[in-house]
C-alpha cells in the first residue's frame, strides 16, 4: 500500500471518531486533508477549527462550517498529522509550516488524534529536521542563539527555510528555522531550552499532547496509546 492510500485509511478511520455537535480541530498537511475530506463526506453537523489557512480554504471548499479559535470555548477533538511519532507518541510537527496554529488547536482541545503513514512512526525522533518557528524581527540573531543551544545539544545549526519565492514565511508571519539532528537525545530539554530563546515563538516538538495515534498500515489501520 502506497504511503498516500495508508495516510487516507487513517484520516477516514479518525472522521469515524467526530460525533454530532463537535466542534473539530482540523489539522494541517496531506493526511489531515484526507481526515477532512471524510469528514465532510459525513455531511455532520459541526464546526472545524482549522489550523491553517490552507485547511480553512479546503474545508470550506467542501463545506465543513468554520469557527475560529478565539469563537470557541474548547474543541471537543483535533484530529491532525505528524512528521515524525516518537516514543509515548511525543511528536515532530511543523514540516507544512503551521506549527504555531496547530499547538494552539490541540492545546485547546479535549482530545487529541494524530494520523499518519506507517513510515510516520520512529524510535526515536529526530530523523527529520526539527521546526522551529521564529519571530521574524531580528530573526538572523535568534537564529544564532538557536545555533548556540545546537551546540550545547551537540546539533549541527539550524537552517532558515527557504523556498522557490524566498524566505518561507508562516500564517502568522513568522519565519521557520530547521533543526536537523538525526537523534533528539532529550526531547523535553531540548524543547525547554528552545522555548527560553526570545524570538522564538514555538518548536514542533509535541510533547504530552497527543492521547492516540491512527496509523496507516498495510495490514489496516493500528491505533496506539501513549
Ligand atoms: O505538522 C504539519 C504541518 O505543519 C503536518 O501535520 C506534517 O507536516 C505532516 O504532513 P503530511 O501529512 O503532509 O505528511
Redesign the pocket.
Known sequence: MSADAQ?KASGEAAALLVEPGMVVGL??????AWFVKALAARKLDVRGVPTSEATASLARELGIPLATLDDVMSIDLTV????EIGPGLSLI???????LR?KLVWEASKRCVVI?DAA?HVKVLGKFPLPIEVVRFGHPHTGRRLADIAAEFDLPPPRLRMADRGIVVTDGGNVIYDMASGAIAEPAALAAALKAVTGVVDH?LFLDLADEALIGTDEGVVKLLP
Open positions: 495516510k489539522g494541517t498537511g496531506s493526511t489531515a491532525d498529522g505528524a512528521d510537527k511543523g514540516g507544512g509550516a503551521a506549527l496547530e499518519a510516520k514542533g
